[in-house]
């Protein structure tokens, strides 16, 4: 992507008309729609200008188009891209719950595998057996009641 794109990208997703963009970096409208264009390369010192009114420097508006993502972080993604939005908003809170007092669990409990979050500030030793055996029932009362629901 060229910086003539990079900014008219900025410049949309921060809601910025031209005008509204050169009054506030002390340029003319018809330099940054040249620039937009590809008509003309700003200077270092107008570049950096233009970036301020966006709080970005030039080392973060340079740096690379893309971050690298982990492999972990990108099969993420790729599930989260097929979610519809109540889906993702549930993964979200989610995503949320995991804060850093939280502990996850796995474990398998009448041939069930089960996994929960956990408050380390509320049950420092995680739930009891019993109370993971009433989570189970809940759990399987609610994937019937879906299923009616879908009925």
Known sequence: MNIGEKLRNLRLKYNYSTLKLARAAGVAQSYISDIEAGKSNPTIDK????????GISLSEFFAEDEPQLSPELKQL???????????????????ASLGPNRKVVEKEIDGQKIRYV?????????LTEEEEREALEIVKQLHEMQKQNKK
Not at 47 to 54: D, G, M, T
Not at 78 to 91: H, R, V
């Open 47 to 54: 570049l950096s200008k233009i970036l301020s009114v966006y």
């Open 77 to 95: 993604l790729d599930t989260a891209k097929n979610l519809t939005p109540e889906q993702l908003s549930m993964l979200n809170a989610f995503i």
């Open 118 to 126: 956990y408050d380390t500030t509320i049950k420092p030793n995680g």
